[in-house]
């Protein structure tokens, strides 16, 4: 064998490895490409399944504020149906002293 056809092994060998390499190089590529695919997946889900949860949160939330603000409206409603004198008295006098608070930061 001369060392021409030795040289022409060689390269077929080389062209070959490269070829090879290629190929595992897009395999891995493939699967490095499908599993980051898979914690996307897995991450979306994950962030979907907290996003659920807060919104659940968010809506008791939501609704016992708004029940207790409901009584507390029904409860002042009727504190003043009882004595409204009493409470027309006590707004009057919480205006007053307001007004004269800043009546008072003018002068300073």
Same mark, same amino acid.
Not at 40 to 48: F, L
């Given at each position: ?7 022409q092994e ?18 891995l590529?493939k699967?490095?490409r499908?599993?980051g ?11 979907d399944?907290? +996003?659920? $949860?807060?919104?659940?949160?968010l809506?008791? @939330?939501?609704?016992?504020a %708004?029940e ?6 029904q409860?002042?409603e009727a ?7 009493t409470?027309? +008295?006590? $707004? ?6 307001i @007004?004269?608070?800043?009546? %008072?930061g003018r002068?300073d």
């Amino acid at each position: 064998m001369s060392e021409k056809d030795n040289i022409q092994e060689q390269m077929d060998a080389l062209k070959n490895d490269f070829g090879s390499l290629r190929r595992d190089i897009a395999d891995l590529s493939k699967t490095l490409r499908d599993a980051g695919a898979s914690k996307a997946e897995g991450i979306k889900a994950s962030i979907d399944e907290e +996003l659920h $949860a807060k919104a659940e949160e968010l809506k008791r @939330a939501w609704e016992y504020a %708004r029940e207790h603000g409901q009584k507390a409206k029904q409860e002042l409603e009727a504190g003043v149906g009882a004595h409204p004198y009493t409470t027309i +008295l006590a $707004a009057f006098g919480v205006g007053f002293i307001i @007004a004269k608070l800043i009546d %008072r930061g003018r002068r300073d």
